[in-house]
């Protein structure tokens, strides 16, 4: 499917229409992550991760994640929110798993929308900053990694918590 180019009668009209529009920021911008990072981040989600100076998981359940054998205790699907509301359900969602308890979650991030024309990064805003946003949960989050493709494959991350404190 081919793309229609606008006529100049039409880039004219939207010209006009808009010129009044201004751009509304509710926050500061963020600095955008280059597409080293973007990378280094997403090879990080595949191979699993671990924080620094803290041990992740034993190889029988690295191994276990990795062939889908273990089942979730809790999911999260955050298909369709914005990316502040999916920020405030994950933490919301981690904690409380971790408050009951629970050891492994399920978060569908979804795989975003593929590479806009010209780039080869994809532009899958959760998928990308979920990683993030799980590094600032250290204390309670062992390791992250894609989840099996039978639960979501690459749109998906499994976290495995940590053991609640007593």
Do not use: N
């Not at 920021?25 to 963020?30: D, L, N, Q, S, Y």
């Not at 590479?115 to 998928?127: A, D, I, W, Y």
Request: aromatic share 4%; charged share 35%.
């Amino acid at each position: 499917m081919r793309k229609r180019i606008a006529s100049k009668e039409e880039e004219a009209l939207f010209k006009a229409v808009l010129e009044d529009e201004r751009v509304l920021t509710a926050r500061p911008k963020e600095k955008r992550s280059t597409r080293a990072e973007v990378t280094a981040s997403s090879a990080k989600t595949r191979a699993g991760h671990t924080a620094p100076g803290r041990s992740g998981l034993d190889g029988r359940t690295a191994d276990r994640l990795r062939r889908g054998l273990l089942e979730p205790d809790a999911r999260l699907d955050m298909h369709g929110l914005t990316e502040a509301a999916a920020h405030r359900a994950l933490l919301t969602f981690v904690k409380g798993a971790h408050a009951r308890g629970d050891r492994l979650l399920l978060v569908v991030t979804g795989k975003g929308s593929g590479p806009r024309r010209g780039e080869t990064e994809p532009q899958g805003v959760l998928k990308i900053m979920t990683p993030r946003w799980l590094e600032a949960l250290a204390d309670v989050v062992a390791d992250w990694r894609a989840a099996h493709r039978r639960h979501g494959g690459d749109g998906a991350l499994y976290i495995y918590l940590r053991k609640p404190r007593r």
